[in-house]
């Protein structure tokens, strides 16, 4: 091991230097739902949404989750080479051979119309500035317009059109497009021409696969093996490293500034091209690129790029600010490093390796696992294998044996060394040799006249030759520490699982400051920090932040920022207190995969929030069909579909496993408050009440970046029917109508009841009044007849005069009991003898005009009219002090008018009311009822009354 060591630096010079980083890329594969690994065109829709063409179908991204499209879905094939985005929003799928499809708001279309055996594969679509859409096939270009598939230009053995590849517009009239068999076309619209411009007879590869027009007008042509540049006519040809020739297929050339090109190589990965300089530089397997044949590539709206590959999927890379040394640099487990002439020194489990100003590694020494290393006040190296420990010195080759065996932690200072074993700390002084018992102890720093010992158990003082616990952090309580440095000579920082600690000493007294942890979100898995002046960086699984220490401990503030590298960019989590920041202020930490190195400087942050939408949303288990529920209104659910899950979508590609959403559903409960983040982006609300809402959420794009604007969902679950206003009114009102007639048709019947029990009353009245009469008239009249007879004979004059007065009054009773004129002679002469009848008996002046109503009348009615006018007569006689009164009787259409009037003094309209309950009124009223007649009676005080019977014929 000694002489191991005597040769460190000897080999430095002749070492081999090694490609010494390797960058970070993410992979998305069938595995994480990507429809097939081999991946041709790419795009980034209007949505923000990548689009990818496989050789099985086509895929959608939105950052965490694919949706895939093929055959059985409508494609008219799996295999796709060519993508586009129109205007319209429309995706357009160009195939092997089989034509195209189309795919807008998730449902496909196949137009027709051409020859797509004779065209061969859509190698290329894209559109015009009219929105017509061209489509590249190998043996031609065909044009979509209003609907339509037409032939633009087909192959024929004048023009020998074949090979067409990728295309790209020069303006709004003229194509540019590489051929895989006759180099370059140019073609015009206005007038439609098409040539070939360069091929191999101008010193071209026939061969070519892509081009691209910039800013500047330039026409870049990817080929075999070359690159061509096409400048106000001019051909410039750039040639790459000859040995990879072969390797350097141009598939794909993508603008990344105005300076550089990216280049995608069917072979070589990929390459960064400098326009100005010609010089290219490569990035392919060697740093880490998971394969060497990229075909497509673009750059997202975040600054992402994404390539795709042969085998591989899509594959994103953004920056090179994280960097690994590991195995494929010849680097082992790295245990330590540290910064030590003007170079890091590592120590590994394979030796002793170098990583020079130039990030180049050279391996030192093989055979030998190296521990520990520490740079001395005196600027030497101690170093600790599994056998000894040495010191080195800057000027001597050969290093120094300071004590045998195993330790695994070194600290000096400039008279004590202390070795840390399993058991106890081994003090060297100058003069002398003494142990402290303490067990595996992670780091050591000054603090004070003593030393702070970090152990995973807990955090310990050592003064002289002694350890002890501190005071307010006993072990019991405060234990699974990680990592330990010191601010300055007085104060030290310490980090456990869950809480980081401030110590301060002062007049033999320490003061604890302890913070949470989990203030310091999102980091997860905490592991080293390190304080770099008045930063303070933390590093967890996949994380770094950069924490503002003034503001930590002065004023108990977090402002920190994040640096986040692809999930598992290292296979093992760094190393315990593993933190080192190089002069030119590189973060270094060492891992069991290697060493992990950061530049802040080359960082790439992500300012973009991400865009917002719903993937899905479901009612009870199965999809919401919103054209099923969609009105004027908008969404109207009935009050039984009130249980829905909504899947958030953060359309976002930098760090999509973290990002965090916060929802609300406004309308529920009348609480508008955000939820607690979350990174779960399925929320569900069972059984939610009747009422009007609008489901809204906002979310991050895994950076702390948010999307202010919420997205949102509106929509209305209406009332049962027997909880609505219209439903209760109607019950209402049905039941008020329902009493309403009841009681109406109650009242109805009754009245019906009472009207036929008067009808009745009245004609068993009328056939009493005839039976009476008949009965005066046929017995007692006869009888008073004889009698008259007989006193004539006597000559008795008394007495005769008392018998004929007797048999007269009897008569005009039974008249009035039964006309008998109105059934011999009919109503109209009955009513004038009547009326006469009272002229003559009464001090009353009568006229009439009574028209014959005996057609008109049936005999029942005739009866009643009759009645009707002798009780309004004798009312006349006997209350009204009339002088003189008439009766008119007409016809008029289809009625009978019957109006007695009379001079008397008349009578209020409360004496009405009087009269109207008397019984011969009731009866009057009655007998109208009989004739559905309308009765009307008019009276004023000293003006008269007059009655109007009008009855319908």
Avoid at 633 to 652: D, H, R, W
Wanted: hydrophobic share 35%.
């Amino acid at each position: 091991m000694k002489r191991l060591f005597l040769t460190f630096f000897l080999l430095t010079v002749c070492s081999l230097s090694l490609t010494a980083q390797r960058y970070q890329f993410k992979k998305y594969k069938t595995e994480e739902g990507l429809v097939n690994n081999e991946t041709y065109a790419i795009l980034q829709d209007s949505q923000n949404r990548i689009w990818v063409s496989t050789t099985g179908g086509v895929s959608c991204f939105n950052g965490k989750t694919f949706k895939n499209y093929t055959t059985e879905d409508g494609l008219v094939s799996n295999i796709v080479f060519s993508i586009l985005e129109d205007s319209k929003g429309r995706i357009w799928v160009g195939t092997l051979d089989n034509g195209i499809s189309v795919i807008e708001n998730g449902k496909i279309t196949n137009p027709k119309g051409v020859d797509f055996d004779f065209l061969g594969s859509a190698t290329n679509i894209l559109e015009g500035a009219d929105g017509t859409i061209y489509i590249i096939f190998v043996k031609g270009i065909v044009t979509f317009k209003n609907g339509k598939l037409e032939y633009l230009i087909k192959a024929t053995t004048e023009n020998k059109i074949s090979g067409l590849q990728h295309a790209s517009w020069y303006d709004n009239n003229t194509l540019y497009i590489a051929s895989s068999n006759s180099g370059i076309f140019k073609m015009t619209l206005n007038p439609l021409k098409i040539e070939n411009i360069y091929n191999e007879k101008d010193g071209i590869n026939n061969i070519c696969y892509s081009v691209f027009v910039d800013a500047k007008k330039d026409v870049w042509v990817g080929a075999y093996g070359e690159l061509y540049k096409i400048s106000n006519g001019k051909l410039i040809k750039y040639k790459f490293k000859q040995e990879d020739f072969d390797k350097n297929r141009v598939y794909g050339i993508l603008e990344e500034n105005e300076n550089e090109l990216f280049l995608s190589f069917e072979g070589n990965g990929f390459g960064i091209f400098n326009k100005q300089t010609g010089d290219l530089k490569l990035i392919n397997e060697a740093q880490g690129l998971p394969t060497k044949y990229i075909y497509r590539m673009i750059k997202d709206t975040e600054g992402n790029h994404w390539m795709t590959s042969y085998g591989e999927g899509i594959i994103r890379f953004r920056d090179t600010a994280f960097k690994i040394y590991d195995d494929t640099q010849g680097l082992s487990s790295v245990n330590d490093v540290v910064e030590w002439n003007e170079e890091l020194i590592m120590a590994t489990n394979d030796g002793v390796a170098v990583l020079d100003e130039n990030k180049q590694i050279r391996p030192i020494t093989k055979g030998g696992a190296i521990k520990n290393l520490f740079v001395t006040p005196e600027d030497n190296l101690l170093y600790t294998t599994n056998t000894a420990v040495f010191e080195h010195s800057k000027n001597s080759a050969r290093p120094m044996l300071i004590d045998e065996g195993d330790y695994n932690l070194l600290y000096k200072e400039q008279d004590k060394t202390f070795l840390f074993g399993t058991d106890n700390i081994k003090v060297l002084e100058k003069d002398s040799t003494y142990f402290i018992r303490s067990r595996r102890s992670i780091a050591i720093e000054p603090i004070g006249d003593r030393y702070i010992l970090c152990k995973i158990a807990g955090l310990f003082q050592m003064n002289n030759t002694k350890t002890d616990t501190i005071p307010g952090l006993h072990p019991n309580l405060h234990n699974d520490f990680r990592s330990l440095d010191k601010i300055n000579r007085n104060e030290v920082l310490a980090g456990s699982e869950k809480k980081l600690y401030h110590i301060t000493l002062q007049n033999n007294n320490f003061k604890t400051q302890v913070f949470d942890m989990s203030r310091f979100a999102p980091l997860s898995h905490f592991r080293a920090l390190k304080v770099d002046g008045n930063n303070l960086w933390l590093a967890g699984r996949d994380m770094l932040l950069k924490v503002d220490l003034a503001l930590l401990l002065k004023k108990d503030t977090v402002v920190a920022k994040k640096y986040s590298t692809v999930p598992h960019f290292l296979e093992n989590d760094i190393d315990f207190n593993s933190l080192l920041v190089t002069e030119d202020k590189t973060i270094l930490m060492t891992s069991l995969s290697g060493m992990l190195a950061f530049n802040e400087k080359a960082y790439l942050p992500n300012n973009q929030p991400p865009k917002l939408d719903i993937s899905e949303i479901l009612l009870f288990s199965e999809p919401l069909v919103d054209s099923l529920f969609r009105t004027k209104k908008g969404i109207v659910l009935p009050y039984q579909n009130n249980y829905l899950s909504f899947s958030m979508e953060a359309i976002t590609f930098t760090n999509p496993e973290n990002v965090q959403y916060q929802y609300r559903m406004k309308g529920l409960r009348d609480v508008d408050e955000w939820s607690q983040p979350t990174k779960d982006p399925n929320v569900v609300f069972s059984y939610l009440p009747p009422g009007e809402y609008s489901f809204e959420f906002i979310a991050d794009n895994g950076d702390g970046v948010w999307q202010t604007q919420p997205y949102h969902y509106s929509f209305v679950i209406t009332v049962p029917f027997w909880k609505t206003w219209f439903f209760w009114v109607s019950v209402l009102s049905i039941t008020s109508i329902s009493v309403f007639l009841f009681y109406y048709f109650r009242n109805k019947a009754e009245q019906k009841r009472n009207e036929t029990y008067t009808h009745n009353l009245i004609k068993a009245q009328e056939e009493e009044r005839t039976r009476v009469a008949r009965e005066l008239h046929d017995s007692v009249g006869q009888k008073l007849m004889l009698l008259t007879k007989k006193t004539k004979t006597t000559g008795n004059q008394e007495m005769e005069s008392l018998a004929s007065n007797t048999l007269e009054e009897l008569r005009a009773i039974s008249r009035g009991l039964h006309p008998a004129t109105l059934e011999r002679l009919g109503p109209t002469v009955a009513i004038r003898n009547m009326v006469d009848e009272v002229d003559t008996n009464t001090n009353i002046f009568f006229t009439h005009e009574i028209e014959d109503i005996d057609a008109f009348l049936s005999r029942e009615a005739s009866l009643h009219l009759y009645r009707i006018i002798q009780e309004v007569l004798n009312n006349m006689v006997k209350h009204a002090e009339a002088k003189a009164a008439s009766v008119t009787i007409e016809k008029k259409e289809n009625t009978i008018e019957a109006i007695i009037a009379d001079n008397g003094k008349g009578f209020e309209f409360s004496e009405k009311l009087k009269i109207s309950e008397s019984l011969g009124m009731k009866t009057l009223m009655e007998r109208a009822k009989i004739l559905h007649s309308k009765i009307d009676i008019k009276s004023q005080i000293n003006k008269g009354t007059t009655v109007t019977l009008t009855i319908p014929i």
